[in-house]
């Protein structure tokens, strides 16, 4: 079964709005997650790395103020987007690191993913 | 992470074996190959990784050259359900995870 869950898997909001993604780890504590978005037929971008505790990390080119990431607990990171526009209809992804697997095959899971449709 | 380069599209015929080329000539000593696949409207998923020996487990097989400038994902026998997003990464164990363009896996039955 899925060890990181996403919510919702779907969502259409009216352009001007807000809208939250919430990515859990279900059954590990994540320190680290990390949240991308992907365009159709285009890869992932990494958008940035969440640390429980602190500020999140953006990649480049990522507007902190319009991508909100919140990593308050262990299993839960949100990211929101304020202020949505047709063109950030996308698909979100989000991972998580279990730390315990270090050493033990992979370390980082991924959510099964949002679609954000703003009309 | 190392500069991964992949085919961008193959075709395989169902229950036929499938070997995926990916080409990583900058990778460094301590980076390891990772393979990831992508279903249609999901999220990556883990299948392989290695670095420098050839690894199986149920999902698939690594092969990594002697070298480790290059390696291919063998799927023994593919079937409808392998049809995906192939991804080649090259990285440190805990690094995040940069996505290539990927191999676009076509299975025919």
């Known amino acids: 079964g899925a060890v990181v869950s996403q919510h919702p898997s779907r969502v259409i909001c009216k352009s001007g709005t807000s809208v939250k993604i919430e990515c859990r780890s279900l059954?590990?504590?994540?320190?680290?997650m990390f949240w991308y978005r992907q365009f159709p037929k285009q890869s992932l971008m990494l958008m940035a790395t969440?640390?429980?505790?602190?500020?999140?990390?953006?990649e480049q080119g990522v507007e902190k103020d319009k991508f909100l990431i919140n990593h308050a607990s262990l299993t839960l990171s949100t990211l929101t987007v304020t202020s949505a526009h047709p063109e950030d209809s996308s698909f979100y992804i989000c991972s998580a690191r279990n730390p315990l697997r270090q050493g033990v095959g992979d370390t980082i899971y991924f959510g099964e993913g949002s679609w954000l449709t703003v009309v | 992470d190392a500069k991964t380069t992949q085919p961008n599209s193959m075709e395989s015929n169902e229950e036929e074996p499938v070997h995926l080329p990916c080409n990583h000539s900058?990778?460094?000593?301590?980076?390891?190959i990772h393979w990831y696949r992508q279903l249609p409207s999901q999220g990556p998923e883990y299948v392989i990784h290695?670095?420098?020996s050839n690894v199986n487990n149920r999902m698939a097989s690594l092969a990594i050259a002697e070298d480790r400038k290059s390696s291919t994902l063998i799927l023994h026998r593919a079937t409808l359900r392998d049809a995906a997003v192939y991804y080649c990464i090259g990285r440190n164990r805990d690094d995040k995870i940069i996505f290539g363009k990927g191999t676009r896996l076509h299975i025919l039955p």
């Open positions: 900058t990778i460094s000593g301590t980076d390891y």
């Open positions: 290695g670095l420098t």
């Open positions: 059954d590990f504590q994540a320190t680290t």
């Open positions: 969440s640390n429980e505790g602190s500020k999140a990390t953006y």
